[in-house]
């Protein structure tokens, strides 16, 4: 199918799904605007992968959990290799391993190999994990025979992609395949690839297997330059990945982040006694500073849904991977106290649990002022100090 002249990539898209839906080439769900298109014979498409030898030798195959690849993670499954697939939007982490029960039927492993098999057989793959990705399936709405790919604008596989290269999961060398109609090959325009595009190395479709032969460099870690606070907010695992970029020293800074607020240096955070971060509109301002007793190494949470249990808290922070030395937990004031080593370490947490949600609500996070000698009364409003008669526990 050919592209009209001067199109942008929304535009593509929605060449590719009018036409898919009008020639009735879609298969179920429908109709596919502003999804990966499922279309007929899209099994048959992804069969052709044991033709790969790439598959052959692979072992962890990460694949997408769009409708079209059903095919190809049964054929995974089958081929007793470790499936793994993302969770939706990332909401919860990074990777489910499927594990089909012992002896499971190939009616079980169908259901395996489907949405409801993510959640009913599968165990999440923490950012700590040894995996070791061989081989990459992506849903594409289209694709070029060079290797250009376009998604459906949520820009999820490209995230997925520099997450896995942030953790060491794949490299430059890991292939990747993707699986599409005959109609979703088409000539994409270079100057629509942008640096955090994915690009693919096999295309399988109903009629062909295409062996790109692309040699543009796919992603090399996440840009955090063109993250917003906003994804940030809704991608638990992603405000993780960043505390640690933080801490190694690299450029963190977000999209809609002004980097004065940072500070000049992307290798030190800035003074305690003049930060103030940038502020979503979720989150308050913070009264962090450096008082008479020096910087604080508490941080304040506020905004807890009513009837949060102690326990929801403490595992989103083991989820971060900011958990405190000591947690103050005033429940019935929805608001909580962490009580780090020392002010770095509270500066780092911040950092991490910006935009954390419990349930429906996002939290307050900001540092807790220092009490000094004689001031009971507390330091501002939206950041109050411990109170000595709350409860208080170890992680």
């Known amino acids: 199918m050919a592209l009209k002249p001067g199109v942008s990539k929304q535009d593509v898209r929605q060449q590719i799904w009018d036409y898919m839906e009008s020639q009735n080439l879609a298969d179920f769900p429908r109709p596919v605007h502003h999804r990966i298109p499922n279309f007929k014979g899209s099994y048959l498409a992804g069969q052709s992968i044991r033709e790969l030898e790439v598959f052959a030798r692979a072992q962890e195959v990460k694949v997408d959990p769009d409708k079209p690849l059903e095919g190809v993670r049964l ?5 007793k290799k470790t499936l793994l697939v993302p969770t939706p939007r990332l909401r919860t982490g990074l990777f489910n391993k499927i594990t089909p029960p012992p002896g499971a039927t190939k009616d079980l ?5 489907t949405s409801q098999g993510v959640r009913s057989y599968s165990t999440p793959v923490g950012l700590d994990s040894r995996v070791l990705v061989d081989l990459v399936v992506v849903g594409s709405v ?34 990747v395949v993707t699986i599409v109609h005959d109609c979703q090959v088409v000539d994409i325009p270079e100057a629509l690839l942008e640096d955090h595009d994915l690009t693919v190395d096999y295309i399988l479709t ?13 992603p090399t870690g996440i840009i955090w330059s063109k993250i917003s606070c906003e994804v940030m907010g ?15 020293g690299r450029d963190v800074t977000l999209q809609d982040e002004p980097r004065h607020l940072l500070g000049t240096s992307s290798q030190q955070p800035p003074p305690l006694s003049t930060v103030r971060r940038h502020q979503d509109p979720h989150q308050p301002e913070s009264c962090s500073g450096q008082g008479e ?36 937990w005033q429940g019935p004031q929805r608001r909580a106290f962490l009580h780090y080593e020392g002010p770095t370490s509270a500066q780092q947490a911040v950092s991490c649990l910006q935009g954390l949600r419990l349930g429906a609500a996002t939290l307050k996070v ?15 409003a939206e950041e109050p100090r411990p109170d000595r008669r709350s409860a208080v526990s170890d992680l």
């Open 75 to 79: 054929l995974v499954l089958q081929s």
């Open 109 to 113: 492993l169908r259901t395996c190999a």
């Open 142 to 175: 289209a694709v070029s025979e060079k290797g250009w790919r376009i998604g459906k604008g949520e820009g999820y596989a490209d995230l997925e992609y520099a997450m896995m290269v942030s953790m060491g999961a794949v490299s430059q060398k890991t292939p």
């Open 206 to 218: 109903p009629t062909r297997v295409i062996a790109t032969g692309c040699e543009h460099p796919k």
């Open 234 to 248: 809704k991608i638990p695992i992603l405000r993780s990945l960043r505390c640690r970029e933080r801490q190694a």
């Open 293 to 328: 007793d020096g910087p604080s190494n508490t941080v304040f949470i506020g905004n807890l849904p009513r009837g949060t249990r102690v326990s929801e808290l403490k595992r989103a922070l083991r989820d971060l991977g900011t958990v405190p030395q000591r947690l103050t």
């Open 366 to 380: 900001a540092l807790a002022r220092p009490q000094r000698a004689g001031d009971v009364t507390g330091g501002c």
